[in-house]
């Protein structure tokens, strides 16, 4: 830095100066630190320059008027190193220092992100500070962080969609502040709309900048930098900030800061705006209090609406209440419960949609606050008839997922008074907590239901266990490992032995289109007939022919069969075989160590009457590894992808090739029992391992 004093350059002699690099750091084309003790009242020269990057940069050294410090670098402009700047650089120090120390201060605070700064937004959210202020806190905060001269927050109108200036920092913002920029117009509109940040560095030239805010505060903007502000994919407005200080255009890093700043005032918008909502329902709330401990309290749907209507004549003051349902089949209003009728009215009375208050009130979907009966609903001629101590009364439509299903009604109050939009908004309140507490007890049948449904599915899942076999782990000299995991409760995949004696056994990996209940029921059908088809004849082509004939019998809504059937000679070390639409299966060679993949062509159980198998031959050798599986297996391995699920499976078979069946096995019953099954297990799990 320039050694000064008061207001002008001291003179300092570089050659008594003693530099010393302290640290060394990327920043720019390259940033130094040097420590120098000096005499004062000596000649001031630079030290020595540095050039690339965004600056040449000379260094010099500071005497204050408490002594001398340590030095830093100041970049000044220019072409040309090793020479002493221009002679105004010098003898206006004080001007130019500031200036450059701002430039410093802007790189600096955006390198560093300015974390006490931003942390304070953080704190101060979850003050009591009002939402104007923390606002404006906040958008303080934003434009300190960025150095630009003005920033605005601009929220949108919930009805038209507009942008209205509701902050705004800098010159002129009295004048800016309330005005409106129409929807999916200039920056911040565009903004808006597309929910992605936008710099413009060329306002000026810019034609999608909107100039009428400029017009009216006689402000000129150079550049632009806006961001939405969202919370839970919902847009609330824009923020911006305008002509930046001390650098000529924004860039990417200012769009992370400001867009962070959006969204710690997003956050803060919603909380105010909710507590603000919570305060002015106190009063509200206060007078529903004996309503909802009595609606904790009910268990059936007939105790829970009998309690409500009890209790509105001592909330609102009233004589008669009463709660009409309607019913569907009917197309008439049934009344449920009532307090203060006559006599002759009672529950399950039925009141026809036409040509009644309620059943207007059902067809309109809007709730009634009227002060003369007579005089309002002139229109309505049934009600006539009845005797009223008053003419005012209170509608509103009971509402659920899928409409209105029922109406509120009160009427004479004690008092003799006229209801007024308090007590309209207490009903619209009541009728809500009828709709809550309606579902609250459909929600409890239907847990009860699933509690139900669970248990037996848990028995569902218990008979398919034991319905697939257990696998003997020898036959012969034979080993075999079979597992099976349902990506749900139950599943649609299956495997199955057979032992022919004469040292023939028979084995079935298959999978059901489909998971769940639908694929278990379909599973065990076509699981049978194949069980039934291998009784009958052992050998691959036959087997396929007749069974698919019974499934495809059987199959409805679509549902088929993928199937993979193999006769094991181990007399003779031949595999015989054939599919049904499966995938490939491997076998790994004891020789080389080589996968070779087993198919054949067929098409799946149950997708037309008449399919032809093709029946192949396998000469296997003692020591080789067999694999039979359904494709969740490599689809769970591969993530989705197949073929990285192929390979997979290949590395692991290889890892443990020279053990038992069973530890090849019991890998992967470890692996979907310890792994987040959620992300990844997408589809039934079945395999089976023999090791020859």
């Known amino acids: 830095m320039f050694g000064q004093l008061g207001h002008y350059a001291v003179p300092i002699h570089y050659p008594s100066l003693v530099p010393r690099i302290q640290r060394p750091a990327l920043y720019g084309p390259l940033r130094l630190f040097v420590q120098t003790q000096a005499i004062a009242n000596q000649r001031c020269d630079p030290l020595f ?22 030095g830093r670098f100041i970049p000044y402009p220019g072409t040309v190193n090793h020479r002493r700047p221009p002679t105004t650089a010098c003898t206006t120090g004080p001007s130019y220092l500031q200036q450059q120390d701002r430039a410093m201060d802007i790189l600096d605070d955006r390198k560093t992100l300015n974390l006490a700064k931003i942390s304070s937004i953080n704190r101060q959210i979850n003050s009591s500070m009002n939402l104007p202020e923390l606002l404006t806190v906040i958008l303080e905060t934003a434009r300190e962080i960025l150095h630009t001269v003005g920033a605005s927050l601009l929220l949108s109108d919930m009805l038209t969609g507009d942008l209205i200036f509701n ?42 900048v909107f100039k009428g805010i400029d017009s009216k505060s006689s402000f000129t903007t150079r550049n632009i930098i806006c961001v939405p502000m969202t919370v839970q994919e919902r847009n609330l407005g824009v923020l911006e900030a305008v002509n930046s200080i001390g650098r000529e255009a924004f860039d990417e890093l200012d769009v992370e800061l400001l867009s962070y700043v959006a969204g710690q005032a997003a956050i803060a918008i919603t909380n105010r705006r909710l507590v603000d909502e919570l305060t002015s329902r106190v009063k509200e709330l206060s007078a529903l209090y004996d309503i909802s401990q009595t609606v904790s309290f009910s268990r059936t749907e007939g105790d829970l609406l009998d309690t409500i209507i009890a209790t509105l004549p001592r909330s609102l003051g009233v004589d008669r209440a009463s709660l009409l349902l309607y019913e569907g089949t009917k197309k008439v209003m049934v009344l449920h419960a009532a307090h203060g009728l006559p006599e002759d009215v009672r529950p399950g009375m039925e009141t026809p949609i036409e040509n009644s208050i309620s059943g207007h009130v059902f067809l309109t979907g809007d709730p009634l606050l009227v002060v003369d009966r007579e005089g309002e609903m002139s229109f309505i001629k049934a009600d006539r008839c009845r005797s009223y101590r008053t003419p005012s009364f209170i509608s509103v439509p009971v509402r659920n997922e899928s409409g209105v299903i029922g109406v509120i009604s009160v009427t004479d109050k004690t008092d003799c008074s006229i209801f007024n939009a308090f007590d309209l908004r207490v009903m619209s309140t009541i009728a809500n907590h009828v709709t809550e507490a309606v579902r609250n007890i459909q929600y409890q ?15 569902a899942a218990e008979i398919q266990r034991k319905i697939l076999p257990e696998i003997p782990p020898v036959f012969g000299n034979h080993r075999i490992a079979a597992f099976n995991r349902p990506a749900k409760e139950v599943g649609g995949d299956f495997f199955d032995f057979f032992n022919f004696g ?64 193999m006769l094991i000679d181990s007399h003779n070390r031949v595999l015989t075989y054939g599919s049904a639409g499966h995938n490939d299966q491997i076998l790994i060679k004891s020789s080389d160590r080589q996968a070779v993949r087993l198919n054949a062509s067929g098409r799946a159980l149950g997708l037309s009457a008449d399919s032809a198998y093709e029946e192949r031959v396998f000469m296997y050798e003692t020591g080789d590894l067999l694999l039979l599986f359904t494709d969740g297996v490599l689809d769970y391995l591969g993530e989705g992808d197949i073929d990285r699920g192929e390979e997979r499976l290949i590395e692991i078979a290889l890892r443990y090739f020279d053990d038992n069946p069973s530890v090849i096995i019991g890998y992967f019953r470890e692996l979907l029992s310890n792994n987040a099954v959620d992300n990844y297990f997408i589809d039934d799990f079945t395999i089976l391992s023999v090791k020859f």
Not at 176 to 187: F, L, S
Not at 445 to 459: G, M, P, T, V
């Open 167 to 208: 902050v705004v920092l800098g010159d002129h913002k009295e004048e800016i502040k309330g005005e409106k920029v129409p929807r999916g117009v200039g920056i911040v509109g565009i903004v808006a709309e597309s929910g992605r940040p936008l710099i413009v560095n060329n306002a000026q030239n810019d034609p999608r």
């Open 49 to 70: 320059g540095l050039a690339g990057g965004e600056f040449d940069v000379f260094y010099y050294y500071l005497h204050d008027k408490k002594g001398w410090t340590d």
């Open 502 to 565: 004469s040292n023939k056994y028979g084995l079935v990996v298959g999978d059901v289109s489909g998971k769940g209940i639908p694929a278990a029921l379909f599973m065990g059908s076509a699981r049978n007939v194949i069980r039934a088809e291998a009784r009958i004849s052992t050998q691959p082509e036959p087997l396929l022919v007749h069974s698919n004939r019974y499934v495809f019998d059987d199959s409805e809504y679509g549902m088929f069969v993928t199937a993979f059937y």
């Open 445 to 459: 049948k239907n847990k009860e239901a699933q509690r139900r449904f669970a248990q037996e599915l848990d028995i």
